[in-house]
């Protein structure tokens, strides 16, 4: 790993830890932190949401690639204090994040049979 | 007040509230719910996060107007992760919060001679 | 309405805006806050979790009690994955707000015959 | 790795993905998480606050240890309106993740020479 002045931070960690290591760690984070930042949020305008998502997700460090969902159909009412709001369940996210020559494909869904939302790598390459 | 099928949740408040106090009420459960929702986002697009923000904001009940203004200028630096978050200093709201005939009108900034945000009830009508 | 220097904020309120008006303000701000500082958290011990939702709201101007009780009965699971979050509508809110001589009670709960939790002032005094 | 029952995500992930990885991914999504989720809190009490981010932190797959200190020393002042509230500089955080017989400790504090928080694996295991 090219510990190099773009990134000032690479001395504190482990030096055992590889690029895609680095890859998975930076992407891991910023699905944690969209999931925590976000969910909540009502919802009235969903492309205004998930552009919001987005624009956040790439202000993390090296992170290249970000697409969000947002599930708005829940919960609407007749009543002015039904609403829907962001849920874990309703959110999907896709995220790609670069250290070096590693890439990591990471993702956030409901997947089949599982009744909760599932972060994961999709993909990790170099 | 009319506490009519347009407003179920009525019943559940004590009956001495005026709409005035309503409008108060809802405008301000606003304030603090936009505040520490997005206090702590990254940002990249400003512009994309004012947007979701106001739409936020009109997603809650019997609020009519929400302007959103987002301070990116602190804290972007050489290094990858050193990005703007939101902070509470840097964010302007100004809501119209509308009961019956009632009408507030609401904000948030940081005032001078106060090193911290501010809300407050710019206006209150009817 | 006594705008004594213990309130260096209330020259940017309303002239209009009464004692009782500034304590359901301070109220529902804070009711607004709980809701979207802590919704979405993962629950393992929730005495732990009651206790830091009540000393958050204790530290919001004007407001002299607060109750939090969660239902963490929700979702928890086989798989690692599934543990119980707070939602809105496993949160229940009880908050005093005293603004000089007016006291406002507020709450927040999941009534009976409306699927979500609504926010209502329970008492306004003096 | 053992994709076993006990871990009913697994399928999901790229089978070239190694047990180091999988405890980085488990601890870095866990740090954004109380980042995002916490940072904003209005502090009155820190040890309560402290204990609310370890047991949510608990509450996470694959998490075993957590440890969180909290720095309140900042803008209490003598208005009601100013007081504490959990920045990312103020937040110190040390966390291990293990995935069957990979443990990664990670962690989040401010480090000299950087005027931000840095997550970081200090140190990788198995």
């Not at 002045?5 to 699905?31: C, H, M, N, Q």
């Not at 925590?36 to 290249?64: C, W």
């Not at 919960?75 to 994040?97: C, H, N, T, V, W």
Request: no cysteine.
């Amino acid at each position: 790993m090219n510990k190099s002045e773009e990134d000032p931070g690479s001395k504190y960690f482990d030096s055992d830890v590889t690029d895609r290591e680095r890859a998975i760690f930076e992407g891991a984070i910023t699905l944690g932190a969209l999931y925590h930042q976000f969910v909540g949020t009502p919802i009235r305008d969903k492309g205004a949401l998930e552009t919001a998502i987005e624009e956040s997700a790439l202000a993390h460090p090296f992170i290249k690639g970000a697409k969000a969902k947002v599930d708005d159909s829940g919960e609407r009412g007749d009543s002015p204090y039904q609403y829907p709001e962001l849920s874990g369940k309703g959110l999907i996210i896709e995220l790609e994040a670069e250290y070096n020559e590693s890439r990591a494909k990471l993702g956030m869904r409901r997947v089949q049979g599982l009744d909760y939302p599932l972060m994961y790598i999709k993909e990790i390459r170099g």
